[in-house]
């Protein structure tokens, strides 16, 4: 048998970068993300796995070695790891304990937008308010951007991580080049 | 042309800045900072418009956002042209270009005024009336008279160029209002440190007081203080100042929109910027500082070019130094008209005189009155006035009854009073209560953590306001500063209706809504054909119904509605105060939700491979999907039949990403997936498939799928493209509301896999030399089986499975992949005849195989029965959705329409998708001329296509007790023919499904 060619990745808007005095805008790198669900009884068991405490205050989020959980819903999180090959193992572990563990990492990509107009801009199209006090640095949080959902994740105090179903980062792109030039 | 009647030493704008305009033509010298109503009046030109109905000369009214008359066109250029832009609000800008409105040739003389003479023939509610006879003049002569007559100013044809931003805000304290209450809210809120949002329409915060030369605040001027407040309130970081903005909705949970104008006041709109702004606000509290506006008198020819509201005066003289006339008359039943007549005297213009309803004016104002050397005309009122493009003169009369005196005036300045803004209160869903002593409606009670102050709330004590402002602002924390307030003068008296001299027994026209020529005498009429509530009366005189919104005519309506009626004012009702409190542009509305904003379109990871192919896409929802794929020269037709043979002999390959995917996982899934589909789960290996029909509780289907088991406790669920969001709430809402007791996860996957369908004979051979790790021979992996293992190096979800009636494959590979993965299988592919085919081939081959389409043979009343499904129920299952549903007595009742399948007595003729359906010969469609007989609908055609495959014409149709009728002949009326068709199954093409297995 011939050798198989390997199929190449194609991320969408890979590279895509915009930038201006007040703002920048780009397409987030390739990574593994798992779409965990445990209820309340499983969490002490989900520890070992992920290296630490998931977060189970609405809203926060905790990161340790590249890995980060977002805190979705009583019982959801979102796990977010930076290297796209970790979610192999990352599934691996899980699927050692009782949880829901599904890979997202291709149903989702991610879109960094910081700068000090950040935030205006994404109050362009997310009613959130998005404030130091209401939203500080590793507050996250399922929310509307324009027509669509997004997870809206502040990194610090002027950088934002979005997470869009992959089909709707066009659009998000676009309403966000748009609502850019009501910024700087 | 220079400004004859712009003041030196008066006003508050530079003389030096000068700036050019132009209004129907003829070019004006204006100042910075004016309005187009000031720059006007300082040329002397008080004919601004000609009203709506009657076409009478209508002049500037006002000096702010209820000007019901200057209405004017501004055009920067053909593309931003807007109508009805109020010329008392519009900010003058260097080489601004107004036209007046509503006029035919010109403002001086327009044609239609004839409409005026007419007035006898256009009473209230003449539309109900007038045009009732003959019946077919409807259509025909009144409709497109009245619609060419309708309307006020012209929209623009083209699309609108601008740009328009969007901001959503929150805040501790929004201030809506930014005058001497506002602003010392604001101050006292700002520094408790509370976050605020202070807003106002104008281009400079100060409102009234900018124009009260005599009111001290703290020993400075009004417009000193107001200067010193807003540097104070600009300097600190916890408050956003927005003027040029207005508060123009108040929704639920405090919850207010704001309209910025960004540009409008800009000779040359800088580009980097939006024209307008909306601000989506989300306030703690809300302060409604947003003053009061004074009403007119009602009297007889109270509508002349140069009869103007006192204040508006004052406003032209004391903010802008124009002078409205040389000599001018006063009509009141208010001290503040005195004020005006004051300023206006001491600048030099002569004041013919006071005339006050009152019969005891205060007597500090008649000894000022008689100081200055004015005459006061007490317990007097003004019967009529004459001048045709501008008041000439008044005829004043004693109120009761004695002789008329015409006195000679250039302009009438004129007050009834105040009315507070109540406007975003009422908004609010906050009750209003009648102060008879003052006639006024005001807040009574609030439903929203929202407070008023100043005039809005009936406070136009400044101390009071003062006082009110500073509790507002700082609830609380300790007393405030105290403000000092010195020579404020009087906004008290009130006159509401109409006034002596156009009462019930005058047949005068005296104007209660000047927009929409409603006369008092209209609103008696109204009340005496029956219309006895507010709400009627408005509808049918169109009273308040303008741009203007009523509002500076609603309170005299209601009074004269009241007093035909012989009613308490409150008893008779207050119409509702409806967003927005002045007119915002759709586009500022719309903002970012244009062009390829107006809504998400989503596409596949092939989309683009589609797109260098040729592909010609439909709209699915939101997604772009390949339609076909036309080679040169190949119309729809010709491609699809290319592509469905192509599948059917060799192989094709299909984009089906857009197909929902859920993820279910737990312990519990297969009890899950029992109990939301039909079909039994339980005894579904890992590796297989299962065709599942969704129904919702009413035993109707819902949705279909095929879901694959791929551990024990995972499957993977497909959906129908547009069902997927759908289905997803379907089960969240059962799961978490009615199947509390199941273990069981869901995670949307839709956009997780790329899924890319090879369909055909030749499909395994195709794909096997990419596969690694999974044995695609027919026996090791059958028929509506599922695999993981590797294609092209990544890992995938490898489904047997067919929509097309071939042997097939659904290749799942994680997104990022999906193009390279669909390249890899069409290199190898396409020199054995892979093609790629669209939706339409897609839908042709179903059909062929009488595969349903959820949505298209199924319209939300069809059972799994009546679509031939009873084979997918799983009858020994205690219960499922839709289980108990389906025994309804009309659920089983006979003539039921079932699916089946039709073939057209002529092989040729291809059916029309929604064409109806009759057992008998000689019925015709509607409407053709009696006597035919008429067409009793057994059905209808929900799928038809051509065949290639079979070389006939093929359809599905849901059909009376269709599945008895196999052989029968039926008839499909058009409108040119008749149509003979064969009630067949539903299967057309290989009816023992054994190509499926790779056989036949």
């Known amino acids: 048998m011939a050798k198989i060619k390997m199929a190449k990745a194609r991320p969408p808007h890979e590279g895509r970068r915009f930038a201006n005095s007040a703002i920048s805008i780009e397409q987030a790198l390739p990574a593994s993300r798992i779409s965990l669900r445990a209820g309340s009884n499983e969490l002490a068991e989900l520890t070992k796995p992920l290296g630490f405490k998931l977060p189970s205050k609405p809203g926060t989020s905790k990161t340790k070695s590249g890995l980060s959980a977002l805190w979705l819903g009583p019982d959801e999180w979102l796990l977010i790891n930076n290297d796209p090959q970790a979610i192999s193992k990352l599934m691996e572990n899980l699927d050692a304990v009782k949880c829901s563990n599904v890979d997202i990492s291709h149903r989702n990509t991610a879109i960094i937008i910081s700068g000090k107009a950040a935030e205006d801009v994404l109050n362009s199209g997310c009613p959130r308010d998005l404030s130091l006090d209401a939203f500080p640095p590793g507050f996250c949080s399922r929310t509307l951007f324009g027509k669509i959902e997004i997870i809206l994740w502040r990194l610090s105090e002027n950088s934002f991580h979005i997470e869009v179903w992959r089909s709707y980062s066009e659009y998000l792109w676009t309403f966000l080049l748009d609502a850019s030039k009501d910024a700087g | ?1000």
């Open chain 2, 1 to 1000: 042309m220079s400004a004859q009647n712009r003041i030196k030493g008066h006003g508050q704008l530079s003389l030096a800045k000068t700036i050019n305009f132009t209004f129907d033509g003829t070019t004006y010298q204006g100042l910075e900072g004016d309005t187009l109503a000031s720059a006007l009046l300082a040329n002397g030109v008080h004919l601004a418009g000609r009203s709506f109905k009657y076409h009478r000369p209508r002049g500037i009214l006002s000096a702010g956002p209820e000007e019901p008359n200057a209405l004017v066109n501004i055009a920067r250029d053909s593309t931003r042209s807007q109508p009805n832009i109020r010329a008392t609000v519009q900010e003058l800008y260097d080489g601004l270009t107004a036209e007046s409105q509503n006029r035919w040739p010109s403002l001086a003389f327009d044609f239609s005024a004839i409409n005026d003479g007419l007035a006898p023939f256009f009473p209230a509610g003449f539309y109900y009336k007038t045009f009732k006879w003959p019946p077919k003049a409807w259509d025909k002569l009144y409709e497109p008279i009245i619609r060419a007559a309708a309307g006020l100013g012209k929209s623009p044809a083209e699309a609108d160029p601008d740009r328009y931003a969007n901001r959503y805000a929150h805040c501790d304290v929004l201030i809506a209002g930014g005058g001497i209450a506002g602003l010392t809210a604001a101050l006292a809120a700002a520094k408790a440190g509370k976050k605020i949002i202070l807003c106002d329409e104008n281009p400079n915060f100060g409102g009234a007081i900018l124009y009260d030369n005599a009111l001290e605040i703290d020993g400075l001027s009004a417009t000193e203080w107001v200067e010193k407040a807003v540097a104070e309130l600009a300097a600190l970081e916890n408050v956003r100042l927005l003027t040029r903005t207005t508060a123009f909705g108040y929704y639920a949970q405090n919850f207010v929109a704001l309209a910025e104008r960004v540009t409008e006041h800009m000779a040359e709109p800088d580009p980097a910027l939006p024209r307008e702004r909306l601000w989506q606000v989300r306030a703690k509290e809300v302060i409604l500082a947003t003053g009061a506006i004074e009403r007119h008198l009602v009297f007889a020819d109270n509508d002349r070019p140069g009869i103007m509201l006192a204040s508006a005066a004052q406003k032209y003289l004391n903010q802008y130094g124009v002078a409205i006339g040389a000599n001018v008359g006063v009509f009141t039943a208010c001290d503040s008209a005195w004020a005006a007549a004051f300023d206006l005297k001491k600048a030099g213009v002569n004041i013919a005189a006071i005339v006050d309803l009152r019969d005891n004016p205060p007597l500090e104002l008649q000894e000022k009155a008689q100081t200055c050397g004015i005459r006061i005309l007490r317990g007097y009122t003004v019967t009529k006035t004459s001048g045709r493009l501008r008041v000439q003169s008044i005829s004043v009369q004693p109120i009761n009854g004695g002789t008329v005196e015409q006195i000679r005036v250039d302009a009438l300045l004129n007050s009834a009073g105040w009315t507070p803004s109540v406007h975003l209160f009422s908004q609010s869903r906050g009750k209003l209560k009648w102060h008879q002593d003052r006639d006024l409606f005001l807040p009574d009670i609030y439903v929203q953590d929202c407070i008023s102050i100043g005039a809005c709330n009936g406070t136009f004590d400044e101390n009071e306001l003062i006082a009110e402002a500073q509790a507002a602002g700082n609830a609380t924390r300790k007393k405030a500063k105290a403000i000092r307030i010195e020579n404020q003068s009087s906004w008290a008296g009130n006159a509401i209706g109409a006034a002596p001299g156009a009462g019930p027994s005058d047949n005068v026209k005296a104007f209660v809504d000047f927009q929409n020529d409603v006369t008092a005498k209209d609103i008696r009429l109204a009340v005496r054909e029956g219309m006895h509530s507010i709400e009627h009366v408005k509808r049918f005189t169109t009273t308040g119904m303008a741009t203007d919104q009523g509002k500076l005519s609603n309170m005299h309506g209601l009074a004269i509605a009241a007093e035909q009626l012989g009613k308490n004012l409150p008893d008779v009702g207050l119409t509702t105060f409806r967003a927005p409190y002045t007119p915002v542009t759709f586009s500022t509305i719309a903002n970012h939700a244009r062009g390829p904003l107006f809504d998400p379109t989503r596409k596949t990871p092939m989309h683009q491979w589609a797109v260098d192919k040729g592909a010609v896409f439909e709209d699915v929802g939101p997604w772009k999907r390949a339609w076909y794929f036309p080679k040169a020269g190949e119309d729809m037709h010709a491609a699809v039949n290319r592509e469905c043979v192509a599948v059917r002999k060799k192989a094709g390959i299909f984009d089906a990403t857009t197909l929902g995917k859920i993820e279910i996982t737990g312990p519990d899934a297969a009890e899950f997936l029992n109990r939301l589909y039909t079909n039994p789960w339980t005894k579904l290996g890992v590796g297989r498939c299962r065709y599942g029909i969704m129904c919702r509780e009413d035993g109707f289907i819902y949705d279909d799928g095929v879901i694959g088991r791929i551990t024990d406790d995972r499957f993977h669920v497909t959906t129908t493209t547009g069902g997927a969001p759908r289905v997803m709430n379907h089960m969240e809402d059962y799961l978490q509301t009615e199947f509390t007791d199941l273990d069981v996860h869901l995670t949307s996957t839709s956009e997780q896999w790329a899924v890319i369908a090879v369909q055909g004979p030749l499909a395994r051979e195709i794909i096997e030399p990419l596969v690694e790790g999974i044995d695609l021979s027919h026996e090791a992996m059958p028929h509506m089986s599922v695999r993981e293992g590797k294609i092209c190096g990544v890992p995938t979800r490898l489904f047997r499975m067919s929509f097309t009636g071939e042997m097939g494959f659904e290749i799942n590979v994680p997104a990022d992949y999906g193009e390279s993965v669909w390249q890899a299988v069409y290199a190898q592919g396409e020199p054995r005849g892979l093609t790629p085919y669209g939706t339409e081939a897609m839908h042709v081959l179903r059909a062929e195989k009488g595969y349903i389409i959820v949505g298209q043979d199924t319209d939300g009343t069809v059972t799994p029965h009546d679509a031939g499904l009873s084979w997918a129920i799983g009858k020994a299952k205690p219960d499922f959705v839709g289980k108990r549903g389906m025994r309804r007595p009309d659920l089983v009742a006979e003539g039921r329409r079932q699916l089946v399948g039709l073939r057209t007595k002529n092989p040729k003729v291809v059916l029309e998708e929604g064409a109806q359906i009759v057992a008998t010969p000689g019925q015709t469609v509607p409407p053709a001329i009696p006597p035919a007989i008429p067409m009793k609908m057994i059905g209808f055609v929900t799928s038809s296509y051509w065949s290639e495959a079979l070389g006939h014409s093929i359809a599905l149709a849901l059909v009376e007790d269709g599945h008895s009728l196999e052989g029968d002949t039926l008839y499909v009326p058009m409108e040119d023919r008749t149509i003979e068709v064969e009630v067949s199954g539903c299967v057309f093409y290989d009816l023992d499904g054994g190509r499926l297995n790779g056989k036949n």
